[in-house]
C-alpha cells in the first residue's frame, strides 16, 4: 500500500514535500518508485522516478533543476521535494511503484493522491 501526505495550496515560488509511506512490503523490493501527476482534463504524467537500489533519479524535462525525489529505505518512505513551484504544477501527484518503472514499464502500484494547487 502506498499513501501520500503533503500535498497543500501553495503560491507560486513556493515549496512543498510529498511524502509516500510503504507498508506491506519494502520499499527496496520494487527497485523502482515514483511520482505521477494528473491536471484536470490532462493525461496522468510521470514527474520523477528513482531506483531504491542505486538511487539513480529521473526527471520529466518540465521539473529538472526545481524538484528532487528521494527515498529512505530504512523509513519505508518517498519523498519529492518541490521548489519554486508555478500554476502549471496544479495537479493530483500519486506515488507509484514497480520493478521496471526506472526502465519504461509501467507502475504496478498506485497510491491514492495528493492535491497540489499553486496559485
Known amino acids: 500500500q502506498l499513501v501520500e501526505s503533503g500535498g497543500d495550496s501553495v503560491q507560486a515560488g513556493g515549496s512543498l514535500r510529498l511524502s509516500c509511506k510503504v507498508s506491506?512490503?519494502?520499499?527496496?523490493?520494487?527497485?523502482?518508485v515514483g511520482w505521477f501527476r494528473q491536471a484536470p482534463g490532462k493525461e496522468r504524467e510521470g514527474v520523477a522516478r528513482?531506483?531504491?537500489?542505486?538511487?539513480?533519479?529521473y526527471y520529466a524535462d518540465s521539473v529538472k533543476g526545481r524538484f528532487t525525489i528521494s527515498r529512505d529505505n530504512a523509513r519505508n518512505t518517498l519523498y519529492l521535494q518541490m521548489n519554486s513551484l508555478k500554476p502549471e504544477d496544479t495537479a493530483m501527484y500519486y506515488c507509484?511503484?514497480?520493478?521496471?518503472?526506472?526502465?519504461?514499464?509501467?507502475?504496478?502500484?498506485w497510491g491514492r493522491g495528493t492535491q497540489v494547487t499553486v496559485s
Open positions: 507509484a511503484a514497480g520493478i521496471n518503472l526506472c526502465t519504461g514499464g509501467d507502475p504496478e502500484t
Open positions: 506491506g512490503y519494502t520499499l527496496s523490493s520494487s527497485r523502482c
Open positions: 528513482i531506483a531504491t537500489g542505486s538511487g539513480n533519479t
